[in-house]
């Protein structure tokens, strides 16, 4: 899996890579990520009503690397009898429309991290020291983002962990 994430680091900081833009149901895909979990029955995920309420223009499999590293995060730093939620529903950011996709856990042993450093590159939490990890999960899940031209933002209350990531149809 670290050799999997150098790769990425590789992907995402050069400039000449493509993306390969084409329809991406992101409720299917969650589904899909979800069923490969072990602890598939924590996630519990609404998406909004609608036609088209989960439909973007994107990279499938880049698309797949930053839900994959979100949800797997969310399961990995909960508490193993906490659900983690994903929520999916449209959402403008300025003129453009798009999809918001919130998944939201409690924060478990490792803790809160820093909100300031989360997206920096070999990041960890100080008390994510015991988990395996290379600390690039989250900066590559920002660079793809960005990438897809979208935006994610982490933001925490209460001994929750949220991340908010929107993304243009």
Not at 7 to 35: G, K, N, Q, Y
Not at 74 to 88: E, F, H, M, N, Q
Not at 137 to 149: D, P, S, T
């Amino acid at each position: 899996a670290i050799v999997e994430r150098c790769a990425m680091v590789s992907l995402v900081e050069s400039t000449a890579s493509h993306v390969a833009w084409v329809p991406c149901r992101v409720d299917e895909l969650l589904h899909e990520l979800r069923a490969q979990q072990p602890a598939a029955h924590r996630v519990a995920c609404q998406v909004a009503d609608g036609e088209g309420a989960a439909t973007v223009q994107s990279d499938a499999l880049l698309l797949r690397t930053v839900l994959g590293n979100l949800l797997d995060n969310a399961l990995k730093y909960s508490p193993p009898d906490s659900t983690v939620r994903i929520g999916v529903a449209l959402g403008a950011q300025g003129a453009r429309k798009g999809v918001c996709i919130e998944i939201e856990n409690t924060a478990g042993a490792a803790g809160v991290p820093d909100p300031a450093r989360i997206f920096e590159k070999y990041y960890r939490a100080p008390g994510a020291q015991q988990q395996s990890g290379s600390g690039l999960g989250l900066y590559i899940v920002k660079a793809l983002v960005e990438r897809l031209g979208g935006s994610i933002d982490c933001q925490q209350r209460a001994g929750v962990i949220i991340f908010k990531l929107w993304l243009p149809q």
